[in-house]
């Protein structure tokens, strides 16, 4: 039995190989970027068991994210193959250390052309927990039937749904995309929205009242990402902030990512919430220590070398 | 008024910085690509007065292409930017020096969605030869009107069309292609077929059936490019092979419309049909002499010594 | 009517591929350095009507400039090509994030040869604002006349002279630089002196001083640059302070020139002096933020943006 | 059950970033190496269950390594990981397109340290051809001894077995080799000798008593490899030259592992000796397509496209 | 007559193109590294005559060590070529501009085969100054015997010893050292310990201790380096602080055996122990102010023209 | 004593790090060029004491050059260094593998300015061979008569003097260039004429009658060049062709100088006439096989193996 399960568009991913505005760019170095794989890549570091699909064009890009995926040990034999779309891409810009810009040629992609005959009921079924981010009910309309119809699976059968809205507004509207995530939401078991998000979904600007919302929704564990800081865990029972690891930083992008993935890798060894929340912020900040967006992911055992060096907020 | 005027897609090009397949290829240069603004660097080179227009993406990669064609010394004032739509891009995979593969990032790009509204009449008006390639017409049907629109003004104004049908069949089937392409060829004046767009279109294989063909359907002059043997042309008066430029090749890309210039520009001098043939195979040839698609596309000194120093059929 | 005209020296840049000093520096990089073409490239970018000339060899490195500041929208119809002399080149190097040391290979340059017979008088007269930096007189006898003599066409004409003394000690010793330098000042209507050009011109050193002795000389606007800090102008007047931007700076070089394009671009739309002065602190301040001379000059919706998001001195 | 199964040193390959002598070299570009990772690769890509292990430090080489064989689909799940011991590398030397030089850093590697006691004796059980490379005995006393363990394991159990001299007079001489070899090929089902290396072996040299030669020592199907002209193949029963595929060759490294793949390929699938034999000429000339070790070994399609194209001995 | 001798190790030293993990860096540069051959080269720098031997194999990475020591000026005429062993080579990896992780491919390499019989004593006797380093002897039996070898025919002939112990955890344990080092501390006449070197060899862990045992044990001069802060020195007759000069560090690895260099430079000059603490702290210095291990390292006119702009302690 | 002595200009190379017009070319690497170091180096590989002299910039160009030469062996102790002068560089363009086009910053350097007050009298005394090559004396008036001084020092010690013509139209006319050559020429012992320098100088364009008249000019030993083909030796009492090796050229640079130290080794070693011819054809075709003038120069025992590999003419 699969421990996770996560699926969604993968992209490859160019990134510049100097700063500055791309057309003064002469090179760019390929690699891959996507956050459902990003928390399948981590948990396997990490030693689980974790699963992971999607839709790539047959062409050489969908090739090199089936075989850097499957090199991590992501089980990915579900992956599929589309001969009618490509793959999607999506080019980076540096300017001075500031977030980079973004150009995605993603519309069309095959990945979002991603459909509920896609999926593999038994295999879905095998697992314990499945990790939906809010980027792929953004991608298309049969990519939001996808997950829905996933959801769907895992609520009949007892998965446990984790979820991270990932707000993304190049890819919807907060009006388009408000009622699904919400909505997902209150399917979830744990959710991991930052203080940003919890705004824009529910209109409220701190940890408490954001927590205090999704568990009134229906959610189980509230996990409040606040980047650097740690993060702010409630759950029915406990409610506690949790101190972040004070590391410089190199580059923050898929920081998120290893974050749900070392919450989760807890709670799939049983540990307190509090000791979950160690945990990811602990692979956040490793994740921030590297240039790439999963390069940063440690092994289990850099982890827990990194924790003993580091201190969390009570050890 | 401008010598000669070209319109259709130019797109960002991927080069890959090592040969094999592409999942394989760590680093990629940027460089640009398109027939139409080919066409009017290779004249720009030779010291002609060429414009060229398209429609690009609000982004860096629609800015490094107006740089570079504008950098070349061709008006590119008429160059639409689209804000709702992305910049073409395109990638190149090359294995032991076979014909490179493409992968093509440019459906519904802001070229596809050059239209008639785009054009501005005047400027087109202000020309001596308009130069059309069969690749426009097969990116979107507002792109093929926009074709006929413009030979329509052409044809008002007394402005001499040339035409390079350059059959891609990855844009579009032989069924859809060739009714439009042979549309256009009823309106030319100039034709550059080779002979196995001859054969698509005509079903004929030879340059002399061929031409025979084209000056019947009312072109005035056919020039049936025969590749390294150099070319055939064909008026009512007068017919002959003009032989080719022995080089050592590097890269045939861009050769054909290196080619096009080169003939293009003999009879804006109105040097003779047979001068005209020699001074496109040099132009051709030289192209070849160089990694790039426009890179190799000489001077007018340039040009002029190195037909000194190779010899065309009877010099 | 050309809106700004400049003219002088642009060289070809090699960047070190890698700091330390060049004997261990494997590999560099091509691009273009020169005062002249920054301030003309900043205020195209800006979307004014701008012209350069120069004179470059007949090799590579010429056509090379000419293309570049070409793309950039430059009008470059006046560039002259020597057959007699190379265009100059230049070196940087990099230790530690101080300031580059600099290698020339100018001496005898193409650019150096400009002289009063390489003038296109009725292109020159066709002008609003003519910028000259102390660079050019600075390059040789031949250049120093040239100067003169374009100062008297705008003179003649009613054109507005733009000055940025740019003292270069390489170049040439304080001694020779003080008189021609002066001569020039006096002839100014916009003169943009930093602290230091001040203290080495005049004998001041401070920006309230300076500025007095430079109307005293008959400059209508005076400009004094305070790097970070922002810019202090004077006209008989006004006098006033206008607040720098506060950005994470990256490279200064070309800072300068961006500065000088800001405020001129202020003066063709016949904004106030304070307006001016703002809209030259924020060119100056993006141009900081991106590696290269003249890579991070904003486009002008991007200058918009800037000014929006960061606040000058009472906005 | 798996379909093959090979073990032995795979190391981290520095290819030269240009050619000429090491000592004038700047750069070098990792990938891997392994003749018996190779042949589980390119089985891995034709659509076949391939394992493969050995033992790789506890160091990032070690993990590049597993990944990138794990990436293409091999199972790695039996590499071991050795905490005293470094993971092998190797230098590529070009000079002139000759054949490479190589230098080795692999004594006392981990991988020459895989023992009897690393083996996972049911995993090996499990498995239909265990393909063994004369390079693994070379490399120690305990690979030699659990070479032979792992013979002994598939004689008991009735697995194919399948060999490939390799002979690497840099590992060990002649006079150490051939016993071994020897002793390997008697035991062997399927042998892979090149006429080289049956004269090293035997004495012989023409593959007609070569392969006569180990049909005697109990072989029941000799391929022997002739590079560009394709291979001989031969069992009681039928003896017959198969002819290579005519291709421009880039890179002949891992040529003869692909050749394996290709004929065990077709073992697996029960075609002819003669259909197998055109299958590994196919792989070994698709190889030498392009650079590097294995990165040329076809996808399956990709083979059926290939052999359809070009034309084997009778088709 | 030399003025200062060392020998011992040198190995070619891979460097990422890229900073983190090294399984995901895709290139390396190539230069060399070792502390005795940094020392020589400091020194020749500064104008001495130095010289350095020690084995490496008959290799290009050996003939590159060679000449790139000789390049820099120092005597390399006594190296010797192993043609039975390797040359030992390195590879760093950066993560975060934390201190790189090292790993070797050193064992049984050809300097750890240097030996007595390696000698030429002669070359040995005619030497002012004799400076060893720790790692030596830890290479391994005959790289210890050849030390106290060295350091036997330096006491018979009244050649200065100057010792830094630079302990290698990675090359022997501390109980393995300890006596060692010791006893080759007991010979020397100036030692160059750090703090923690002082603890692990002494069980002393401040600087004025430190020197005191130092000097007990025979040391004529003790220099405690103390990193940016400066150094202590140590004789009978003086005890000193000696402040450090404040730079923007870029690279500290090789910023000890700089140290040295200054230090003993002035020792060959006849400076007073404060002037030679001076100058060990401005190399030191200078050398992290540029990436690699040798790079910074100034020559004399440099280092002269660092003091006058920074201030030492009371300068 | 030192066995051979060149001196003359030795400038940095800057090699394009692709092909085609330098415009599109991104980046450069750097190496170095002179005639001069390039037969010092060659010898000093093959073993013999060589020295080389000129004058460098005092930067770190000219500090690179220093260190190359001296890396490779020779004694640099005589070059000077100009405080008022750079060190001369070149940029190679290679378009489809012609012989390179070449782009000079060498007008005025510092080599240029090296004069008969440079020349260490003693130092020039002390050489059985001085190689010169017609490089020196095309660089300015104090280069030719520095060359002219040391011919006489030569002549006075008797000093075996070596002459290659180099004849470099870039440089001076061949008007200048003819009488200064002749002069050189009856001074010198042994003479490296190619077919097109005989030609240029005496008007003959075969090698009988090239040598015939050197031979009458007082030239001892004639050596004619012809490429591929070896070349043709003639001395008063012996004449004959002695034939090249075939090998597969990759870069022509630099042949001519490794033939010239190839020949001079076996006059060094009193080899006969014809063993000399050999040497030099050998070394002159190792040097093609790898790309860059120098880096292709044989050690001793690489030389002895590929002339024990290929055949000469009898051998």
């Known amino acids: 039995m699969k421990e996770v399960l996560t699926f969604g568009e993968t992209m ?4 510049p190989q100097a700063s500055g505005p791309l057309r003064f760019v002469e090179g760019f170095s390929k690699s891959i970027g996507g956050a459902d794989s990003n928390v399948a890549i ?8 974790a699963g992971w699909f999607s839709k790539v064009g047959d062409d050489e890009f969908g090739r090199y994210i089936k075989n850097t995926v499957r090199g991590e040990g992501v089980d990915v034999s579900r992956l599929k193959v589309d001969k009618g779309a490509s ?12 977030n980079p810009n973004v150009y995605y040629y993603r519309a069309g992609s095959a990945a979002s052309r991603l459909a509920i005959e896609d999926l593999d009921v038994e295999y879905i079924k ?8 809010g980027i792929t009910p ?8 996808t997950v829905f119809k996933v959801l769907e699976i895992a609520k009949e059968n007892g998965i446990t749904i984790s979820f991270d809205p990932n707000i993304r ?27 940003e998000e919890g705004e824009m979904l529910l ?13 009134e929704m229906g959610c189980k564990t509230v996990v409040v990402k606040l980047g650097e800081k740690g993060c702010y865990v409630a759950t029915k029972a406990e409610k506690e902030y949790i101190q972040g690891f004070q590391v410089a930083t190199e580059d923050t992008v898929g920081a998120g990512d290893g974050f749900a993935a070392g919450f989760l890798s807890g709670v799939l060894k049983n ?9 990811g912020n602990a692979v956040g900040a490793m994740a921030t220590l590297v240039k790439g967006d999963m390069e940063g992911y440690p092994y289990y055992d850099q982890l827990m070398a990194f924790m003993g060096n580091k201190k969390g907020i009570d050890r």
Chains 1, 2, 3, 4, 5, 6 share one sequence.
């Open 12 to 15: 490859v991913l160019f990134n």
């Open 87 to 98: 793959t999607g891409i999506l080019f980076k810009e540096r300017v001075n250390n500031a």
């Open 203 to 215: 209109g409220l600007d701190n940890e408490k009242e954001i927590s205090e919302k999704f568990l």
């Open 271 to 279: 540990l307190s919430v509090r000791e979950c929340g160690i945990q």
């Open 169 to 195: 507004l190049k890819l919807w509207t907060l009006e388009e995309a408000r009622p699904v995530l919400l909505k997902i939401a209150e399917m979830s078991d744990i959710i991991f929205p930052g203080i």
């Open 138 to 145: 953004a991608l298309s309309e049969s990519c939001r039937e």
């Open 126 to 133: 095998d697992t314990k927990i499945i990790h939906i981010t």
């Open 42 to 49: 981590a948990l396997a570091r990490l030693g689980h068991d």
